[in-house]
C-alpha cells in the first residue's frame, strides 16, 4: 500500500516497468540521422553542416532539399527541384474558396493548419505514406503551397484581395510579393528583405524532436498522411511555449514599453513569479549555454532595426533585458539565455508582418524539417505506432453508486 492509498504491486502488474518522463526530458523517441543539437556546447547542424555556414551561405531552398533528401544538391538537383515548386504554386480554386468561410479576425494559425488537412482532400491521389511517388509529390505539393496558403490568410486577416502566385519568382520573393503586393500593381521588391526572410527561414528549418516535429511524427506513426501530420504540427506549433513565442515576445516588449519601459521591475515580476510571468523568448529544454540560432540572429537584427539610422525603442529594451538576464543569478543558475524567438519578432515587425503572422513564418520555415523527419520515419523499419503508457494514479476499484446514494 503506498501513500496515497495505491497498492503499488497491483500498480506494477498492470503497468509493467514503465518509466515516467514528463515532458520527455530524457527519453529518446526516435533515432534520426537529420539534426545534430549539442546544448551545452550551443552546437546546430543540419546533416552535419553546421548553422553558421548554412546561414551564411546557403539558401532556404537548399537547406530544405538537403534536410529532405540527405545531401547538398548539385545544380541540376537544385534546378529541378526548384521547378517542380515553382510548378505547383497555385492553390485549386476550391480550396481558395474555404478562406472566405472563415471569421475575418481568425488567427492565420488556425487558418493555415486547416487549409493544410484540407490539402489531402484534394489530393487523394498521394496519400499514401509507403509509395515513394505518392510522397514525392506531396512533398513538393506542400512546399509550394504552404507559402501560398500563408499569404491568404494574412490577406483574408487584412480584408485585402488575394494575389496569383507569380512562378517567376523565388520561394521567398513569391511570398513577400502575395503577402504584400496588390493585383495589377508592380511589387518593388527589398532585396534585403529577400534575404533577411531567406536566412530566418533556414535558421527555423529543423531542430530535431522538438513539439511540433514530435508530433508530426506521432501522427504519421499511425500511417495518417503527410499533409494530416503536417497539419497537427502546425497546431503544435501554435503554442505560445514553442512556435507562438515570437508573438508572445513583441507582445511582452510592447507590454513594458507602454508601462514606460522599466525593465527592472518587469525582470523582478518573472523572478518572482508573480502571475506566471516568464521572460518570453528565453530558455530553452536543450540549449543550456546559448542559442547558436539567436546569436546569428541579434546580428541581423542589429543591422536591419538600425537601417535609415532608426532605432526600434522595443530593440533598445529587449537589449536591456538580455543584458540585465546576463548579469542576474535567476537567470544564470538555471541556464536561461536567449532562443531563436527572442529577435525574430523585432524583424519580422520592422518587415510590415502583423505579429499574428509571427508563428505562420516559423511554419513557414519549419516545413522542411517536418516533412524530412516524417519521411525518416515512415522509412524507418524500427518505427511502431507512437503510443506512449502512463502511470495510472486515479481511484482503485470501487462499487457503481446508485443515483440515489451519491
Ligand atoms: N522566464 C523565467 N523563468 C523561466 C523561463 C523564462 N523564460 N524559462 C524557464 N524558467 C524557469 C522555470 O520557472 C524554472 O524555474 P524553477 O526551477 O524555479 O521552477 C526553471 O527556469 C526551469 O524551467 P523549465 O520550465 O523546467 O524548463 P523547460 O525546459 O521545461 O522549458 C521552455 C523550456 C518551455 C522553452 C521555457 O524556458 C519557457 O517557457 N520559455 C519561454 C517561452 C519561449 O521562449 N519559448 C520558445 C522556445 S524556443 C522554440 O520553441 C523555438
Redesign the pocket.
Known sequence: EGNDGYDVSKLMKVTGNVTLDS?F?NTASCSSAITYIDGDEGILRYRGYPIEQLAEKSSFLEVSYLLIYGELPSQTQIDDFDQKIRRHTLLHEDLKAFFGGFPRDAHPMPVLSSAVSALSTFYQDSLDPFDKEQVEISTVRLLAKLPTIAAYAYKKSVGQPFLYPDNSLSLPENFLRMTFGFPAEPYDMDEDMVKALDLLLIL?AD?EQ??STSTVRLVGSSNANLFASVSAGINALFG????G??Q??LEMLNTIHQDGGDVDTFVKK??N?EDG?????????VYKNY?PRAAIIKKTADKILTKDGVSDPLLDIALQLEQRALEDD??VE?K?YP????YTGLIYKSMGFPERMFTVL?ALGRLPGWIAQWREMIEDPQTKIGRPRQIYTGATERDYVAMGGR
Not at 505560445?240 to 512556435?243: A, C, E, F, K
Open positions: 515532458g526530458v527555423h531542430h522538438n513539439c505560445p511555449l514553442h512556435g513565442a515570437n508572445a515576445v518573472v523572478k513569479k510571468v516568464k521572460l518570453m523568448g528565453f530558455g530553452h529544454r542559442d535567476y537567470f538555471r536561461l532562443n531563436v524567438d527572442f516559423f
